[in-house]
Every structure is written in C-alpha cells, then in structure tokens.
C-alpha cells in the first residue's frame, strides 16, 4: 500500500510540475503585461511561486527552467540565450528557499515573500539579466540598465503584494488538510 501510495504523490507531483510549467509559459509568452527586448512584465512569477511553495528548491527551479526553455522553443521572442535560462533556474531556487516547506514557520509571511522578490529582481533580473542583455546584443551595460530599473521597481511591488496572498491561501489549504488527516 506504501508503494502505491508514493506512486500517487509522485504522479501527482509530475502533474501539478507539468501543469505549473505550462501556465508558466502562457503567462510569460501569451499574455505579457509589457514585453520588449529589454523590458518584460507579467505574472510568469505565479506559478514559480507556488511551484517552489509546494516542492521547494527543486520544484521552483525545475519549473521556471523547463518553462525558459520549452517557452523559447514555442514562442521564441529574439534569440535564444541559455544565461536566461540559468537565471531562470536561480530564480526557481531563491523563491524555493524561502517559499518552501523547510521555511514555514521561520520567517513571517511577508518577509518570507519579500526576501525573494528583492533577491530576484535586483541582483538576477536587474543585474544578471540586464548582464546577458548587454552581453548579447553588445550594448553598454548601464545603456541597458537604465529603463530596466522601472521595470525592476514594478516588479518588486508587484510580486510583494501577490506572493504573500498565494501564501496566505495555499497555507490555510494546508492547515485544512491537515486536519482532515
């Protein structure tokens, strides 16, 4: 029974990691807020998010790498470049950390949704991938960082207000189940 019982969880973790990354994808590709070669809005976030929140580092990464890649496969919007695709995956990571089981408990809520954001989107969406943009396209790096910043400033408020939400919910959807255990 243990062994069905594994076989299940893992399927379902397979599902919910598949699902996850092609929600991931419709909302990075299909329905952009803002989107140009330098600048790009939207709430691709999301289910990086809840992917790290219910599988911790490794659901975050795989989810936000795999979606970089089968994204840019589908939807290519300019040229592939794998540096995104590594940022991607440290994304996945860092939200992972602080979003993820092992974390529960040890920073409040919205520390623990902040700490991310403000890693992610200064030091890998501004820095790092504001590196790989001027690194591609050979433009002088503080060329490219200037509009970035708004982009970056947004972001930050953006992600701040939704994550702590998505916490919120998914840790009353736990409470409840475990109860019910």
């Known amino acids: ?14 599902a919910t990691l598949a699902m996850l990354t092609a929600l991931e994808i419709v909302l990075s590709r299909l329905v952009p807020v803002v989107s140009s070669q330098q600048i790009k809005v939207s709430f691709a976030f999301v289910p990086v998010a809840i992917a790290a929140y219910l599988y911790g580092v490794k659901g975050g990464a795989l989810v ?3 979606s970089d890649v089968l994204g840019a496969l589908m939807f290519p919007v300019g040229d592939f470049f794998p540096g995104f695709t590594v ?3 440290l994304v996945g990571a860092v939200f992972g950390l602080f979003l993820g089981k092992k974390s529960d408990g040890k920073l409040n809520p919205f520390f623990r949704s902040l700490i991310p954001v ?3 989107q200064l030091f890998l969406s501004l820095g790092l991938n504001t590196f790989w943009i001027s690194y591609m396209y050979h433009s ?6 200037a509009p970035r910043i708004v982009q970056t ?6 992600e701040a207000v939704i994550i702590p939400l998505f916490i919120q919910a998914f840790s009353k959807i736990r409470a409840i189940k475990t109860l019910r255990n």
Do not use: E, F, Q
């Open 118 to 120: 403000i890693i992610t």
């Open 140 to 145: 002088p790096y503080l060329g490219v960082l």
């Open 87 to 89: 940022t991607a995956i």
């Open 1 to 14: 029974m243990s062994k069905n019982k594994n076989n299940m969880s893992s399927l379902v973790m397979l």
């Open 64 to 66: 936000s790498g795999v």
């Open 153 to 158: 400033l947004v972001m930050i408020g953006v």
